[in-house]
Every structure is written in C-alpha cells, then in structure tokens.
C-alpha cells in the first residue's frame, strides 16, 4: 500500500432526522483547517428537515437514501461510492470533531501499513482518562477498553470507534464495505470492518489528537415504545452473537454464546433478578445471530 502524505479525505456522516444537531456537527467539520477535504451526508430521514439544512451548505454533497431506516452499514456504502478521498474518515451526526482532528488522523497513513486511524471520543466536559485499555478485542470476540483514555501518544489497537474512525478508500472498496446483515441496531458493524481489515494485513492506529466530542443524542431506532425497546434488543443481541461467531468461533464461543449464556439467563430469571421478556429477547437474539451466520456462511460457500 502507497505512503499517503497529506491524503485527500472525504468526511462522511450517517443522519437520519437530527437536523437540530447535524448543523452543528456540519459547522465543526468544515471548519477543520486541512488542504483537501469534502464532506458528505447520507441521509436517511423520512423528511425533509435535513436535505433544507444541507442545503444551506453548499460545500456540502448530499445523498437522500430511501427506506434506509436502521441499515448503517447501507447508509455508509454509499457513502464510500460517493467519496473521493483517498482516506474516508466517519463521523456521527451527533460527532463535534475537535481543530486538529483532519491533522491527527492522516498523518499515520504515510505509514503504508496503516489501514485505519481513529482517536479520542469524550462526552461534553467529561475529562479524558490517563491511563487503561483501548480498542482491544478479547479471545472470545468482546471488544474491550474504551475511546476516552489519552494515551501518551499513538498507539496500535484491534478496533476503533464508530463515530470517530477512518480508513484508506481503497481497502474499503476491496473488502466489499460495511456488512449489511448489522442491520438494526447496527452494532458491530464498525468493529467487523476493523477486525476485516486487520486480516487483511493492515493495523489500525487510536491518536487521542484525533479528537471528538460525542453528544450521545438519542436515535430514532424502531420508534420509542416497549415494543420498539424489546426489537433494539434483539438486534443488539443478534449483531453480537454474529460477530463473535464469524470472526472468534471455536468451541468456547460457541459454549459461552449459545449453551453458557443462555443457562445463566434463565436462572437469573428463576431467581427473580432478570425480566422474563428481556430474558427472552436476548436468547432469541443469540440465536439469530447464529443463524445470520449459517446464512452468510452458506452465501460464502456458494461463491
């Protein structure tokens, strides 16, 4: 892979009915002082509250996506079929990149085994931590230590974060982009295109320089009634337990997700300390992931 000096980035950021906040996520990124960037929206909003605002912007590309509601993975495609960045950096809607970040994070691609680069995420005046485990993956496929420590400078790690991460265009077009099965929730997502890319011999890089702050505004994912909290679940538990089967599986995963787990929630249940429906929801979750991955894996096989 090439050594990239002062790379050409496209910023893009995944929205779908915030434009109360995107504005000011929008006013941060352009603001970053870096030779050539662009910034790209996909919008996936069942309004059109957030194509106005965009529209005031005029540096800013825009794509509308339709029946796009919970499928990220989707969102992020187009994305990168739109971007012409040699690095495409993600941000959240709800992400306030801070001055600097554009610097911090292309400078590791001169490297030409940097694959990815991604930094310091920190809610608003919560302070960054001095020291502890960043971007780890355990042996059993949970992702451990989180984004808020300032390390003393940049060190490698396993995978980054979601609303604060970037890669070389090429390598995402060559692994095919974001896997569309994290539907839903979308968690895991982003780890699994970290994890991609580190097999595919590339190593990922956290710099606390490439610095965020993250909002945590709330999503519209599934709608706000019980319902929709029992669905969030599910595809939460579903997103996991296909991630630790496709890229960890061994028998102790399989043992820990499947049989393990499962036992331990129905007891917690016996003994009064976990709702049934909750229960319920996460062991149907366990098991859709596992079938998630028989279906990929039988997609694979046909290939």
């Known amino acids: 892979m090439a050594s990239l000096e002062r790379p050409s980035v496209s910023i893009i950021i995944i929205t ?12 941060y990124a352009l603001a970053q002082d870096y030779d050539t960037f662009e910034v790209i929206v996909v919008d996936a ?13 005029s540096q800013v590309r825009y794509i509308r996506l339709h029946d796009a509601a919970n499928q990220m993975p989707r969102s992020r495609n187009e994305g990168i079929k ?28 001169a490297e030409p085994k940097v694959g990815g680069v991604g930094g310091l995420v920190l809610a608003p005046r919560e302070e960054p931590r001095l020291n ?32 604060n991460m970037s890669f070389r265009r090429e390598i995402l077009l060559r692994l095919g ?24 011999g590339y190593e990922l890089v956290y710099d606390p320089e490439a610095f965020v702050i993250h ?15 029992n669905a969030y679940r599910l595809s939460v538990a579903k997103n996991t337990a296909y991630f630790r089967l496709k890229h960890f599986l061994s028998f102790s995963t399989v043992l820990s997700l499947l049989i393990i787990g499962p036992m331990r929630i129905a007891s917690n249940v016996l003994l009064g300390s ?20 028989l279906a990929s894996h039988q997609e694979g096989a046909r290939e």
């Not at 909002?215 to 909290?229: F, I, P, Q």
């Open 274 to 293: 976990a709702n049934i429906r909750v229960a319920w929801t996460d062991v149907k979750g366990r098991w859709a992931g596992l079938v998630a991955y």
């Open 45 to 57: 909003s069942d309004n059109d509250e957030t194509q106005h605002l965009v529209a005031n912007y």
């Open 16 to 27: 779908r009915n915030r434009p109360h906040i995107l504005g000011d996520c929008l006013s």
């Open 82 to 109: 739109m971007a012409r960045g040699e690095i495409v950096a993600f941000i959240d809607d709800d992400s306030l990149v801070q001055p600097g970040w554009l610097q911090a994070l292309t400078r590791h691609y």
């Open 177 to 200: 982009g974001f896997n569309p099965r994290y539907d839903g929730s979308n968690f895991r997502e982003d780890t699994d295109m970290c994890v991609r890319v580190r097999r595919a």
């Open 215 to 229: 909002l945590y505004a709330r999503k519209e994912v599934y709608g706000r009634d019980d319902r929709a909290d």
């Open 132 to 163: 502890g485990v960043v971007g780890r993956i355990s042996r059993l496929g949970t992702p451990i230590g989180d984004f808020n420590v300032h390390t003393p400078g940049p060190v490698r790690v396993e995978h980054l974060r979601g609303c």
